[in-house]
């Protein structure tokens, strides 16, 4: 029923409009008047003048022919860095970018299933219930376009996230919730050639603070990771200041407080054994979210996989995505696997028989609802 061909096409065109995070407008508008050609309503909201993006999330709705449930799709359209100048090349049935970017499968992939899969439901005149879309800007680093979407303007309350790794099939159940944690020690200067015992050293401290925490894979369900550390000065200083940023995260709650109060505890140990200060931040990013495995959501995709001889699986994911906050927001939602691979590196690829199917699965996702 999809044009595969046209699919193809499509997420190659996709992929070579560049819409790193914060310039997704270019790309916005491409979508925005692809959907008003299938007949749909769509508005920009204004969730990029909230977080700095030049592009608002892109909302749209195509009037259902049946009274069947609305239901929303959702993908997000920023890509992370390097993502500019995509050039995608195709070898074994596998799409992959030239080497020197990412791909822009993620999330661009669930962005081409869904359109195709709207076209192909308009085009084949099958009946279905209500349809919405929401593509997302600032996904990557933070959520941002999820957190601050036009909610009012969504009428679901059911909802299907494109964007994981795994095949089409895959069904995210369980997401972790995240707590970003900034950390600044503040020591004294000194001469370090003249007089270095009267100095406190902040990367002294920083480092104390760091070798004491247990970071990485912490169990099964919590990992916790240092992303970047800075000071400036030169060597014959005693650094006065060192900022980290790190984050942790976990499938519960209670893990979660449990690591992080972990961290702000060896950062404090730190400072006070070298005598100087420390300030630290602990923000909650995002929450965890769950849906039962007997949830009508996942009961609907695996109803449609069988349809379509596809092998269907739950899964949890160490990762955040618009899901986790969908589901803060009223909205029931899961996370599809649209078979991205090694996404955020250089060797992201997808293939293209999983882009087809998870064109496929949509459709089959929206007639089980018409």
Do not use: W
């Amino acid at each position: 029923m999809i044009n595969e061909k046209r699919l193809l096409e499509r997420f190659l065109k996709y992929v070579q409009v560049d819409s790193p995070t914060m310039e997704e407008r270019e790309f916005a508008i491409v979508l925005k008047s692809e959907l008003e050609e299938l007949g749909m309503e769509v508005r920009m909201d204004d969730a990029g003048e909230k977080v700095g993006s030049n592009s608002g999330n892109l909302i749209g709705l195509l009037k259902g022919t049946t009274e069947g449930e609305s239901i929303l799709f959702s993908a997000h359209m920023d890509t992370v860095s390097p993502g500019k100048g995509v050039k995608p090349q195709i070898k074994d049935g596998v799409i992959y970018s030239d080497g020197t970017t990412i791909l822009g499968g993620d999330d661009k992939a669930g962005i081409a299933a869904v359109v195709e899969a709207i076209q192909s439901i308009h085009e084949n005149n099958i009946p279905h219930g209500d349809i919405e879309v929401a593509f997302t800007i600032f996904e990557e680093g933070g959520l941002f376009g999820s957190k601050n979407l036009d909610y009012s303007s969504i009428r679901s309350k059911k909802g299907f996230v494109l964007d994981s790794g795994g095949d089409p099939g895959t069904i995210i159940v369980q997401g972790p919730a995240q707590n970003k944690i900034d950390v600044k020690f503040i020591g004294k200067e000194a001469h370090a050639g003249v007089a270095p015992e009267t100095g406190i050293s902040a990367i002294q401290m920083a480092g104390e603070a760091i070798s004491n925490m247990k970071l990485l894979r912490i169990d099964d369900e919590t990992t916790a990771n240092i992303g970047s550390i800075q000071s400036e000065g030169p060597t014959n200083i005693v650094p006065k200041v060192v900022e980290f940023f790190a984050e942790a995260r976990s499938l519960s709650d209670e893990k979660l407080k449990e690591q992080s109060d972990h961290m702000v505890k060896c950062c404090k140990e730190a400072a006070e054994k070298f005598g100087g200060s420390v300030e630290v931040s602990v923000e909650n990013a995002y929450g965890a979210f769950k849906i039962a495995e007997d949830h009508p959501l996942v009961k609907v995709v695996e109803k449609a996989c069988l349809a379509l001889n596809f092998e269907s699986r739950t899964s949890k994911s160490g990762g955040g995505s618009d899901t986790n906050i969908f589901n803060a927001n009223g909205i029931d939602a899961i996370n599809l696997g649209v078979g991205e691979r090694k996404p955020h590196t250089l060797e992201e690829h997808l293939h293209i028989t999983d882009l087809e199917n998870s064109a496929k699965l949509v459709i089959e996702i929206i007639k089980q609802y018409a």
